[in-house]
T-cell receptor, first 117, second 112 residues
């Protein structure tokens, strides 16, 4: 079974530039998550999708970050414009919700390491 | 406000000995606690979980203990192997919020 795919793996940009990350979840997984992991910290949820609808985006800095999952499969996360403090690893995860199961395992992709200079 | 805390940034143990990784939390409403393992340049992978109504869960060499009165959980790895060297994240999940809250992680090094 193929895992969660993410691209690019690494990106270096200058502040005020724009950047986009792509995620392809595991086939059949309805729920998709984007996390931000700053060096020395644990992953922090930015946004959660159920199919193509947003479940939780309370921690997404909406003035500069946006995400979409138009067809309920792939997703893109965009930062525009980037700031120095956006330097982090951006992790995508997906899960398959089973009826009657309270907690479904999240499978993580390898992440995209963003450096903002 | 950090709801899940891992106060030890690193831990070093000898191969064959026990590794104990600790985690504290502040929110008594969490329903599940999970441990994730992360190798460099890879995403975290699920290791083991425990429901808030349990006090112990075991899976092979890995055991998680939960002390609700102390709001503390620990992951025991026995015996430790060099391949266990990784960063271990403690995470908590609350039904309704549907999101995982992670600690900062503990880097475990198992020396041959």
């Amino acid at each position: 079974e193929a895992g969660v795919a993410q691209s690019p793996r690494y990106k270096i940009i200058e502040k005020r530039q724009s950047v986009a990350f792509w995620c392809n979840p595991i086939s059949g997984h309805a729920t998709l998550y984007w996390y931000q992991q700053i060096l020395g910290q644990g992953p922090k949820l930015l946004i959660q999708f159920q199919n193509n609808g947003v479940v939780d985006d309370s921690q997404l800095p909406k003035d500069r970050f946006s995400a979409e999952r138009l067809k309920g499969v792939d997703s893109t996360l965009k930062i525009q414009p980037a700031k120095l403090e956006d330097s982090a690893v951006y992790l995508c995860a997906s899960s398959f919700h089973l009826a009657g199961v309270l907690l479904s395992e999240q499978f993580f992709g390898p992440g995209t390491r963003l450096t903002v200079l | 406000d950090q709801q899940v805390k891992q106060n030890s940034p690193s831990l070093s143990v000898q191969e064959g000995r026990i590794s104990i990784l600790n985690c504290d939390y502040t929110n008594s409403m969490f329903d599940y606690f999970l441990w994730y393992k992360k190798y460099p340049a890879e995403g975290p992978t699920f290791l083991i979980s425990i429901s808030s109504i349990k006090d112990k869960n075991e899976d092979g060499r890995f055991t998680v203990f939960l002390n609700k009165s102390a709001k503390h959980l620990s992951l025991h790895i026995v015996p430790s192997q060099p391949g266990d060297s990784a960063v271990y994240f403690c995470a908590a999940w609350q039904g309704g919020s549907e999101k995982l809250v992670f600690g900062k992680g503990t880097k475990l090094t198992v020396n041959p």
